[in-house]
């Protein structure tokens, strides 16, 4: 249903909610047309409680081109991180941590955002600093519950390569879905 050209003004586009670029766009006001073209406009300018978290953080789905490169990288870096801890001694395993694999990961997550999202440097910084330590914090916590010390995982027993593991993957999740 298209309305009358007589009502299609800018001051019947704001009263009524309907943004002059339907008009624009489709050349009559179709209800249907422009509310489908809306709806993806709003969806996008409006986010969600889910999508908008403190200090203007919001959560976006990756895009395809970067996301398996991405990918990739992070888990290359965990699973370097798991093979090396494998490898070793079990007494070289409880005093090991992947720190190399950490640094890389973090390294790698400030390039992404500056890279692909177009963050400050400060900004990025601070987004990867705060995933590493929500990972590692995981981490922590399930290791505390699960003692990987103790009661190892197959040949897996080091806590500090289980808590590194964590936070490479809380950065893969964060450079992937954080703008």
Excluded at 27 to 55: E, I, W
Excluded at 133 to 160: Q, Y
Aim: proline residues 4%; glycine residues 10%.
């Amino acid at each position: 249903m298209c309305l009358p050209a007589s009502q299609t003004d800018r001051k019947y586009f704001e009263a009524r909610k309907y943004p002059l670029h339907c008009f624009q766009q489709h050349g009559t006001v179709n209800y249907l047309a422009c509310y489908m073209c809306c709806a993806q406009r709003s969806s996008a300018a409006q986010p969600s409680l889910l999508q908008k978290l403190p200090g203007g953080v919001a959560v976006a789905a990756p895009k395809q081109s970067v996301a398996a490169g991405q990918a990739a990288v992070f888990a290359g870096l965990g699973g370097w991180a798991l093979v090396q801890a494998v490898l070793e001694t079990p007494d070289a395993q409880a005093a090991d941590t992947a720190g190399l694999q950490v640094a890389a990961a973090v390294a790698f997550a400030v390039y992404g955002f500056r890279e692909y999202k177009k963050l400050s440097l400060g900004r990025s910084i601070g987004l990867s600093v705060g995933a590493l330590t929500a990972g590692i914090l995981l981490g922590a916590a399930l290791n505390a519950w699960l003692r990987v010390d103790i009661v190892p995982l197959g040949s897996f027993s080091s806590p500090g390569v289980f808590v590194s593991t964590f936070g490479i993957t809380a950065l893969a999740l964060a450079s992937a879905f954080l703008a």
